[in-house]
């Protein structure tokens, strides 16, 4: 079912149509940069474990390495899975931005005449192509930035806690 091209009343109207015939993948980066930060928030346990047992045996035995091939395993998980959603965000984020445009452009040439009368074309267009504009950003900074932060300081509390809930509590009530 093909959608009407309308204007978005709200700011989730628009994400939600913008992101409509993507959702597939985008549940799919979400879940490859979660592995990914998860791989990424669990190195630094890794070491942690390494320099305790070091400093409780003094002595580089099997178990150290064991740690440290576990430590070069997540961080190539990290990588990997960033890697993989960036590729796939890279496939479909074009797309989805420029379905805004073309919605918001197909919407404005169904309205009547009286419409335009006292609004410029010029300026219509410009509302369209800064309401683009924006929305794109909007995307940048929520998939590249905020989601890996907040992911990352939920995963940390998760870590503490398990680690010591002393310790896991204090960084909750930080945040």
Same mark, same amino acid.
């Given at each position: 079912m093909?959608?009407?091209?309308?204007?978005?009343?709200s700011?989730?109207?628009?994400?939600?149509?913008?992101?409509?015939?993507?959702?597939?993948?985008?549940?799919? =980066?979400?879940?490859?940069t979660?592995?990914?930060?998860?791989? !990424?928030?669990?190195?630094?346990?890794?070491?942690?474990?390494?320099?305790?047992?070091?400093?409780?045996?003094?002595?580089?035995?099997?178990?150290? !390495?064991?740690?440290?091939?576990?430590?070069a395993?997540?961080?190539?998980?990290?990588?990997?899975? !960033?890697?993989?959603?960036?590729?796939?965000?890279r496939?479909?984020k074009?797309?989805?931005?420029?379905?805004?445009?073309?919605?918001?452009?197909?919407?404005?040439?169904?309205?009547?005449?009286?419409f335009?009368?006292?609004?410029?074309?010029?300026?219509?267009?410009? !509302?369209?192509?800064?309401?683009?504009?924006?929305?794109?950003?909007l995307?940048?900074?929520?998939?590249?930035?905020?989601?890996?932060?907040?992911?990352?300081?939920?995963?940390?509390?998760?870590?503490?806690?398990?680690?010591?809930?002393?310790?896991?509590?204090? =960084?909750?009530?930080?945040?």
């Open positions: 093909k959608q009407k091209p309308t204007i978005p009343i700011t989730i109207d628009l994400l939600k149509r913008m992101v409509g015939p993507y959702k597939r993948k985008t549940i799919l =980066f979400f879940i490859f979660f592995l990914g930060i998860l791989a !990424w928030t669990a190195s630094p346990l890794i070491i942690a474990d390494i320099i305790n047992q070091l400093s409780q045996t003094h002595r580089v035995d099997q178990y150290i !390495w064991w740690l440290i091939v576990i430590y395993v997540l961080r190539m998980i990290d990588e990997v899975f !960033w890697r993989l959603a960036e590729l796939l965000m496939s479909f074009p797309q989805m931005i420029e379905r805004v445009r073309m919605n918001l452009f197909a919407a404005i040439h169904k309205k009547p005449y009286s335009f009368v006292n609004s410029s074309s010029g300026r219509i267009g410009y !509302w369209i192509n800064q309401t683009v504009a924006t929305t794109n950003e995307v940048d900074t929520t998939i590249w930035t905020v989601w890996g932060r907040v992911m990352g300081l939920i995963i940390s509390a998760v870590f503490l806690l398990t680690e010591h809930r002393s310790v896991g509590l204090i =960084f909750v009530v930080w945040l």
